[in-house]
Structure formats: structure tokens, C-alpha cells
């Protein structure tokens, strides 16, 4: 059966939490948004836990949907990063480290993963597990995601710090890196031209 449940405060990590309280079965499986999953991507999910493993997931490669050569060049920046996706937990595990943490948006995973791993669950990672993350269809659209995802990874930092990686900080040490060259390139520039000009005020 399928149940539609009211998430009144409409956050992804507060709707998790309503559907973990009025989900009374083992297995628990996660699909997020602009997500698409195989025939065989429960039953493989579920065979993993059966097996005695308590966290699994897959591999989650990016596809776009009617491609064109410019977002075929989307696709080539968004899977220039390894991705995988963990995507299923018996119940002892949310039982054991509790809901997901409704002060992350977008970062949720990352901050219940890193509670799961200190709480001494292992996540296993089954390369045979696929689901597939559908990128963003336009530049505009992308970016937005981007700027979304460094928001709260900024916020993160300051809620839980140690489930981040140094991964998580590339993307804003490279746009550093471009404004800080921007910046110095213009102002040698500035630099050069005022000390032509001084030059020339001279002779």
C-alpha cells in the first residue's frame, strides 16, 4: 500500500523524518528528488541487508534527459566527480542514531551519515546498485544548484563540521582562486597603465 503523508514544515529532511515516524517496516529505502531507479534497484537494496549489512547503497552515475550538445557539456562538468548513492537502512539504525537532522536542507546526508559511522555502522557501497541522478536541463538551473549546495555547506560548517570533507570545499577554493586572479590581473594592470602614464607626464 501507499501512504501520502502531510509534511507541513516542507523541508526534504523534515519529511523524512514524518515518513521514518509513521513507517513501521525493516527496510527503509531513500530516493531523493531528480532521481530515477531500475526494476531491480529494491530488490538488489534489500538482498545487500538481508545479507547482514545495516547501510548500503550504489553507484549513482548522471544522465540528462533529451540531450543536446550543450548539455551534453553540462553532463561532462556535473560527472567530472565520482557520485554514489546510500540508499538503504534496516530500522535499528534509526533507532539507534535517531531522525535526520532538520536544520540541514541540503547537507542532511552528510550529517546523518557521519552519526551513523561514529555511532559504529559500516556503509557498505555495492558497485552493482545503480540509481541515476538526473542533472539540471540549462546553465541557469545548474548554477542555482550549485550556489544552493555551497549555502549550506557553509552553514554546515558551523552546525557539524567533521562530517564535511576537504572535497566539499574545492568548488569554493576554485572560484577563489578565479576572483583573486581576476583581481590581481586588473590591478597590475591599473598599475602598469598609471605607471605609463606618469612616465609620460615626465618627458
Partial sequence: SVSVLD????????????ALKAYRGEAILKVDAHASIPKDFVTKNVAVLE??????????????EQPTPFR???LLAESSMFGSSIAAYRRKVFETIGGFDERLARTEDNE??????????????DP??????HIRPDLG?????????????????GVCAPCLSLYHFVPFAFVMAIILSVLFCT???????EERRVGKECR
Wanted: with cysteine; net charge positive; aromatic share 12%.
Fill in 112 to 125: 546523518i551519515h557521519y552519526r551513523m559511522r561514529k555511532a559504529g555502522f559500516k556503509l557498505c557501497f
Fill in 51 to 64: 545479507s547482514g549489512e545495516d547501510v548500503c547503497g550504489g553507484q549513482r552515475p548522471n544522465i540528462i
Fill in 187 to 193: 590591478g597590475f594592470a591599473i598599475a602598469r597603465s
Fill in 72 to 74: 551534453n557539456t553540462l
Fill in 128 to 133: 552493482e546498485i545503480i540509481s541515476y541522478q
Fill in 141 to 157: 538551473k545548474m548554477l542555482k544548484q550549485k550556489y544552493a549546495n555551497g549555502y549550506w555547506i557553509g552553514l554546515t560548517t
Fill in 7 to 18: 509534511n507541513p514544515k516542507r523541508t526534504l529532511p523534515r519529511g523524512w523524518n514524518v
